[in-house]
T-cell receptor, first 114, second 111 residues
Framework: QKEVEQNSGPLSVPEGAIASLNCTYS??????FFWYRQYSGKSPELIMF????GDKEDGRFTAQLNKASQYVSLLIRDSQPSDSATYLC??????????????FGQGTILTVHP | DGGITQSPKYLFRKEGQNVTLSCEQN?????MYWYRQDPGQGLRLIYY???????QKGDIAEGYSVSREKKESFPLTVTSAQKNPTAFYLC??????????FGEGSWLTVV
């Protein structure tokens, strides 16, 4: 059974701080990794994807991937109250696998308080 | 505008009744998916289709059925065999490994 596990929440950080979200995956065949943000009652929206070891930065967001440790993380710098949401980590398979066939973690609730 | 349209947004099902959730996309994507989300949980894959007239079971296909007669459409039927259907249902489509679009979702409640 392929599994994606996220650090238990909820996570609460003050405005302006760095929020750190973590995720581990069990399937070494996973090749691509995604972070989605989901507001209550809404569909997930893609924040970042990463498929190479190392860091990938996009604005205030940095995704980190360590395939040897089967670990993915998302850092949110200068956290804002609008970042308060559930963050979903997802893993996708290798070539030949249907693109959107993802395995999701259970999500981590982030609250950024003023 | 291009996108994925799910309907209805809210649906109520009586015991023993089949209901169908609609999913239409005008993105010209080959692949389409149905996910289910329970409160406080991640998404779980129900069915997916990579091409017209072909579809595959996901992790939780029991009690569900789909069809893919047109590229644009991938309806999901929740049958009476699905004993706990109350959930948030999300349809998605993709054309590459890194481009996956979700619809707005449909809420299904058993009454």
């Amino acid at each position: 059974q392929k599994e994606v596990e996220q650090n238990s929440g909820p996570l609460s950080v003050p405005e302006g701080a760095i929020a750190s979200l973590n995720c581990t995956y069990s399937d070494r065949g996973s090749q691509s990794f995604f972070w989605y943000r989901q507001y209550s009652g809404k569909s997930p929206e893609l924040i970042m994807f990463i498929y190479s070891n190392g860091d990938k930065e996009d604005g205030r967001f940095t995704a980190q991937l360590n395939k040897a440790s089967q670990y993915v993380s998302l850092l949110i710098r200068d956290s804002q109250p609008s970042d308060s949401a559930t963050y979903l980590c997802a893993a996708g398979g290798a070539g030949g696998t249907s693109y959107g066939k993802l395995t999701f973690g259970q999500g981590t609730i982030l609250t950024v308080h003023p | 505008d291009g996108g994925i349209t799910q309907s209805p947004k809210y649906l109520f099902r009586k015991e023993g009744q089949n209901v169908t959730l609609s999913c239409e996309q005008n993105l010209n994507h080959d692949a389409m998916y149905w996910y289910r989300q329970d409160p406080g949980q991640g998404l779980r894959l129900i069915y997916y289709s990579q091409i017209v007239n072909d579809f595959q079971k996901g992790d939780i296909a029991e009690g569900y059925s789909v069809s893919r007669e047109k590229k644009e459409s991938f309806p999901l039927t929740v049958t009476s065999a699905q004993k706990n259907p109350t959930a948030f249902y999300l349809c998605a489509s993709s054309y590459s490994l890194y481009t996956i679009y979700f619809g707005e979702g449909s809420w299904l409640t058993v009454v």
